[in-house]
Every structure is written in structure tokens, then in C-alpha cells.
């Protein structure tokens, strides 16, 4: 399955979110990321491969899934990931009780457009719009821009999570159609952050710049681990950049959680799930008074 210009994977549609920007949004989450964080809570859009994913706790045990599949295979024991398996999806539809599911559907733009019509109205009331994430969006440039181009037409606004790793070059004319960015700066130091996401941090420190100087508005996000990223060297760090390079961008504080380790799980991957430390409220608070005695102003998006 492959990403082109009209067609691209997406992992969901999310409709009426509200944390996600202003207003009511549509969230579209692309499949495929170029990092691996330790603490990824969305295993499933690592990549644009269409896959197979099973929760165990919603199964009765019925059989009905091994009934249909046209493999022989038995969707709640078979090895996961399976080369055998297609992701047909037979076995999700034959399901009575939802423990099964696609991830990575294939779209194409003109369905996306026609749903997003359907909501128009909800954002022209309620300042809303689209809001693009992932995965990593930029992964798949291509069909971005095809989506960018007709939200900007429609005069809808537009609204991206991103990671931060991608050619500038390439997205810069996406990037201009952009209402603002929320982009992760998950450690200041380079070595730590290859250690935990598999890259180092200086292409992100430079596309957040460079997004910053297009005058688009941007908020950095943290994903906050105590111990890892939420350590006032670290905070302290980030601030001093954010004061130097981009004063007016906000900063927001995701909080680390464990809710994705169900989607381990289900994906079989058990065994990559790491745990960490959920931070405290005043832990919080303390690394938001760092950043508010370095003049930055807080984000309340989430
Ligand atoms: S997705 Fe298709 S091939 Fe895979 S287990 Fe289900 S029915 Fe079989
Ligand atoms: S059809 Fe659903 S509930 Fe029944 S055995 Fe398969 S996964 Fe479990």
C-alpha cells in the first residue's frame, strides 16, 4: 500500500475533537513516523503497512473471525505481525464484539474532502477547522499537499501536529498554507534524544526556527517524562532556546501516560513497551514556572 498525491494512508478520521486547536475539529491522523519513541503511545503508525490488531479483553472466543478468514488463519492466536495475514479485514467485519481492527486504511483525498464538508459548518460556527497529526504528517508530503490545497480553497483553516523531522525545503510551501504548528521538542540534548527516538535533535531545533521565522504561530510541546525531559536542567535548557530563537511561540506540557500499552498489546509487541514515570501536577507546574520566568508564554490546547 502506497502513499501518491490523491491517495494516502491514514491511521483515523477523528470528527468533533476539541483538543486539538480552536474550536470544533476534524483531526486526520497519517500513518508513518519517522521516529521511535520509547514512550509512543500510538505503535500502530509507526508505519503505513496495513495491519491486523486484536484486543484480547473484548474477545468472547467464539470463532467466528477463523471462520471467514480466506488464509486459514485464526485472527486470536496467529503470530502478529503475519506475513500470511493481508489485512483484509473479513475477520474485523465477522466480529460481534469489536476486539478486532484495521490499522492504516488507504483514503483518497476526494473522501476526505467529502467528509470534510459535512463538518464545515461546525467550524465556521465554533472557529474550528482541520487539524492534521499522525504519525508524522509530513511523512506523506504528497498527499498533505493535495489536502492542504483543497482545505485552503474551501477557506478552511488548518492546524498540524508534527514531530519536527522533515526536509523544510520540501514542506515549506505546505507549511505557508498552515493557521499553526504544535511541534515536539522532546530533549534538548542531542545524544539523549537519539537515545529515546532513535534521532538526534538538530534538524528539529532548526525547522522549528525556521517555521517560527515564517511568522507561523508555534507551540512546542514536551512530552514530559520526570527523570528524562522533565528535569529543570532540561527545562531550563528548552527555555533558554525558546527565549533566543522564538519568544513569541508557546509552550505546552503533554503529560507521559500508559494508556498505549493496550495498543502494544493488541499489535503483539508486548515486548517494546516501556514504562516510564507519570509526572505529578506540581512537577508540572514547576517546569511552567520555569518557562514563565524565561518570558514564554503557556499553551492550553489539550
Ligand atoms: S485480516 Fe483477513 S487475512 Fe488477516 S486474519 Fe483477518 S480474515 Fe485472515
Ligand atoms: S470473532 Fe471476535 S470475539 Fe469471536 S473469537 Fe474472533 S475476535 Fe474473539
Known amino acids: 500500500m502506497t502513499s501518491s498525491t490523491d491517495k494516502g494512508i491514514l ?11 480552536y474550536g470544533v475539529r476534524t483531526t486526520i491522523f497519517l500513518a ?22 486484536y484486543y484480547k479483553h473484548k474477545c468472547k472466543d467464539c470463532g467466528k473471525c477463523a471462520a471467514v478468514c480466506p488464509k486459514s488463519l485464526s485472527p486470536t492466536t496467529m503470530e502478529r505481525p503475519n506475513p500470511s495475514c493481508d489485512a483484509c479485514g473479513l475477520c474485523v467485519n465477522a466480529c460481534p464484539n ?45 498527499f498533505l499537499r493535495t489536502l492542504a490545497h483543497k ?21 515549506k510551501d505546505i507549511i505557508e498554507m498552515l493557521d499553526h504548528v504544535f511541534m515536539d521538542i522532546k530533549h534538548m540534548d542531542s545524544n539523549i534524544h537519539e537515545e ?30 520526570p527523570g528524562l525531559n522533565l528535569t529543570e536542567e532540561n527545562i531550563k535548557n528548552t527555555a533558554i532556546f525558546m527565549r533566543k530563537h522564538m519568544p513569541k511561540a508557546e509552550i505546552e506540557l503533554l503529560p507521559y501516560h500508559e494508556l498505549g500499552k493496550a495498543k502494544y498489546i493488541a499489535l503483539g509487541r508486548e515486548d517494546s513497551f516501556t ?5 505529578t501536577k506540581e512537577a508540572l507546574n514547576k517546569a511552567y514556572e520555569i518557562f514563565a520566568e524565561h518570558g514564554i508564554k503557556i499553551g492550553e490546547y489539550s
Not at 491511521?11 to 486547536?21: A, K, P, R, V, W
Not at 480553497?153 to 488548518?158: E, R
Open 151 to 171: 482545505f485552503f480553497s474551501m477557506g478552511i483553516g488548518m492546524w498540524i501536529e508534527t514531530c519536527g523531522y522533515f526536509n523544510f525545503s520540501e514542506v
Open 196 to 225: 529515546y527516538t532513535g534521532v538526534g535533535n538538530e534538524l528539529i531545533l532548526q525547522n522549528a526556527v525556521k517555521i517560527y521565522e515564517m511568522n507561523i504561530p508555534i507551540t512546542i510541546r514536551i512530552p514530559s517524562i
Open 275 to 279: 514504562t516510564f514515570t507519570v509526572p
Open 11 to 21: 491511521l483515523q478520521m477523528q470528527d468533533y475533537s476539541i483538543h486539538d486547536g
Open 32 to 53: 508513518g513516523c519517522p521516529l521511535r519513541c520509547k514512550w509512543c503511545a500510538n505503535p500502530e503508525s509507526h508505519t503505513t503497512n496495513s495491519k491486523l490488531i
Open 98 to 142: 469489536k476486539a478486532l481492527d484495521i490499522a492504516c486504511t488507504q483514503y483518497s483525498a476526494g473522501d476526505i474532502v467529502s467528509r470534510i464538508k459535512r463538518d464545515a459548518i461546525f467550524f465556521r460556527f465554533t472557529g474550528g477547522g482541520v487539524t492534521f497529526s499522525g504519525g508524522e504528517p509530513f511523512g506523506q508530503k504528497d
